[in-house]
């Protein structure tokens, strides 16, 4: 059970706007910032959204993140099949004393 | 090249031990706060272990007490020495570099796998 919540799972077009939520809580997202993680078939994670909405050198302005309360989502614009992997929300938690995930949302391009 | 590579992984029997190692290169480790995230078969991410510029090391609850962080300046390296494992460790370990500037984990690396079974 991971202390961040994602959907399981999401799906679009390509060319089509999809959005990811995490869910989490005061100790978290509430207070700190969140971040994006990216994880192709096999490959290891990729840092995609920093600091609640903040794109690292490289990567594309389709993607683009935000937070509001308890809460940040994940929105992918333009859809494209190499957008097809596994999604992870992430916060620092001031009650754990240690950075929480969230359970990965899987983004299939129909 | 900023680079992390993981080595040390396998098969190991419950209550045995293994060390992992985690190789950096382009960076210094000793200067970063550096971490332990698994990954168990089919699952999400779980933060196992930090340890800090300073040296100060915090670890996830599930693995308290039985697996210890640590680092060799000489070596420009990070290291997870694990102890008493059950077949709830089994998972990629990866090891990743977290960046206060992003306030995120930036660089990772591929990733080694423990396996722990009877």
């Known amino acids: 059970q991971s202390v961040l919540t994602q959907p399981p799972s999401a799906s679009g077009t390509p060319g089509q706007r999809v959005t990811i939520s995490c869910s989490g809580s005061?100790?978290?997202?509430?207070?700190?910032?969140v971040n994006w993680y990216q994880q192709l078939p096999g490959k290891a994670p990729k840092l995609l959204i920093y600091?609640?909405?903040q794109r690292p050198s490289g990567v594309p302005e389709r993607f683009s993140g935000s937070k509001s309360g308890t809460s940040a989502s994940l929105a992918i614009s333009g859809l494209q099949s190499e957008d097809e992997a596994d999604y992870y929300c992430?916060?620092?938690?001031?009650?754990?004393?240690?950075?929480?995930f969230g359970g990965g949302t899987k983004l299939t391009v129909l | 090249e900023v680079q992390l590579v993981e080595s040390g992984g396998g098969f190991i029997q419950p209550g045995g031990s293994l060390r992992l190692s985690c190789a950096a290169s382009?960076?210094?480790?000793?200067?970063?706060?550096m971490s332990w995230v698994r990954q168990a078969p089919g699952k999400g991410l779980e933060w196992v272990s930090v340890?800090?510029?300073?040296?100060?090391?915090h670890y996830a609850d599930s693995v308290k007490g039985r697996f210890t962080i640590s680092r060799d300046k000489s070596k420009n390296s990070l290291y997870l020495q694990m102890n008493y494992l059950r077949g709830e460790d089994t998972a990629v370990y990866y090891c990743?570099?977290?960046?206060?500037?992003?306030?995120?984990?930036?660089?990772w690396g591929q990733g080694t796998m423990v396996t722990v079974s009877s």
């Open positions: 992430a916060a620092w938690d001031d009650s754990l004393n240690g950075w929480v």
């Open positions: 382009g960076f210094t480790v000793s200067s970063n706060y």
């Open positions: 600091r609640n909405n």
């Open positions: 005061s100790s978290n997202i509430g207070s700190n910032t």
């Open positions: 990743a570099r977290f960046l206060g500037v992003s306030d995120a984990f930036d660089i």
């Open positions: 340890i800090y510029g300073g040296g100060t090391t």
